[in-house]
T-cell receptor, first 112, second 114 residues
Framework: QQQVKQSPQSLIVQKGGISIINCAYE??????FPWYQQFPGKGPALLIA?????SEKKEGRFTISFNKSAKQFSLHIMDSQPGDSATYFCAASSGSNYKLTFGKGTLLTVNP | DGGITQSPKYLFRKEGQNVTLSCEQNLNHDAMYWYRQDPGQGLRLIYY???????QKGDIAEGYSVSREKKESFPLTVTSAQKNPTAFYLC?????????????FGPGTRLTVL
């Protein structure tokens, strides 16, 4: 029940295209859903996060869509650029729980 | 310049040796965390500490130990009991989760057992 399932495992997109990464969860107590971006050899960086009181959050080219009834959330990267090539992790946590449950990551490659 | 520092960046260990990884933060965060990252496995929680002088086991604590004597510091010791310690180790910190925001990560330490 603590799992977060992330797909696809890898994704190749052409420059200017839309990258879409999906995550699904089972624990209905989850109420915080961040996305992290990680470049090779670096620590993950918090990219954008959402709480279930909204269905969408946009920051620049990055958008989180959240579907509470389906227990799914996704990251959309508009106008994808080669510099976006990285591994993306979704995560979830609940209330005052300090533990974040991470998906296994998606390796995004944006071809020029 | 606020952030999280981890040292060393690369660490080599002989089998049977204990090694200690350093993590320091100047973000004034109460909570700190240690994760292990293996290829294709995502991030797995080793230990976390909500406050000074207190810490809890995560999902894969066996073979590891921690201390939290200062708010700024959360060192991780990889003991000889850890069967497969070669991995990328990440330290993170956060404010209490009910106050919002997420966890912020350091640059990582890559440990290799020779």
């Amino acid at each position: 029940q603590q799992q977060v399932k992330q797909s696809p495992q890898s994704l190749i997109v052409q420059k200017g295209g839309i990258s879409i990464i999906n995550c699904a969860y089972e624990n209905t107590a989850f109420d915080y859903f961040p996305w992290y971006q990680q470049f090779p050899g670096k620590g993950p960086a918090l990219l954008i996060a959402i709480r279930p009181d909204v269905s969408e959050k946009k920051e620049g080219r990055f958008t989180i869509s959240f579907n509470k009834s389906a227990k799914q959330f996704s990251l959309h990267i508009m106008d994808s650029q080669p510099g976006d090539s990285a591994t993306y992790f979704c995560a979830a946590s609940s209330g005052s729980n300090y533990k974040l449950t991470f998906g296994k990551g998606t390796l995004l490659t944006v071809n020029p | 310049d606020g952030g999280i520092t981890q040292s060393p960046k690369y660490l080599f260990r002989k089998e049977g040796q204990n090694v200690t990884l350093s993590c320091e933060q100047n973000l004034n965060h109460d909570a700190m965390y240690w994760y292990r990252q293996d290829p294709g496995q995502g991030l797995r929680l080793i230990y976390y500490s909500q406050i000074v002088n207190d810490f809890q086991k995560g999902d894969i604590a066996e073979g590891y130990s921690v201390s939290r004597e200062k708010k700024e510091s959360f060192p991780l010791t990889v003991t000889s009991a850890q069967k497969n310690p070669t991995a990328f180790y990440l330290c993170a910190s956060s404010i209490p989760p009910q106050q919002g925001s997420g966890q912020f990560f350091g640059p990582g330490t890559r440990l290799t057992v020779l």
